[in-house]
């Protein structure tokens, strides 16, 4: 048989309030306070746990160098040249005229001179398992 809609909003009234044993949501009030406690502690629980993880971590962590690095600093790739003054990188000139380009070409010219085979004829081939850091490197910024 089909419940009609006022029966079935009467037994959703007594099943949030039962007045004949005081439950509610059919529960009493002290297995609500029990749940409630319960999830509560565990709660607690797995906020500590989470928190001593987090602290043993950060407590493997060194701030200042990462875990996993090579060798050798990082390689050129990373590397820009400062060599643009009060500009920044930004960079604009005229392609008809060669005297807005000119400056920024003598710059570049002048940073990348320290790579020039004529300035590492000292550098000493590196092995695998022997690294040599040239004293006379004269590039600007060279760690």
Known sequence: EKKSCSQRMAEFRHYCWNSDTGQMLGRTP???VWISLYYAAFYVVMTGLFALCIYVLMQTIDPYTPDYQDQLKSPGVTLRPDVYGERGLQISYNVS????????????HSFLAGYTPASQQDSINCTSERYFFQESFAAPNHT
């Open 30 to 32: 002290a297995r609500w």
């Open 97 to 108: 005229e060669n005297s807005s380009w000119a400056g920024l070409t003598h710059s570049l």
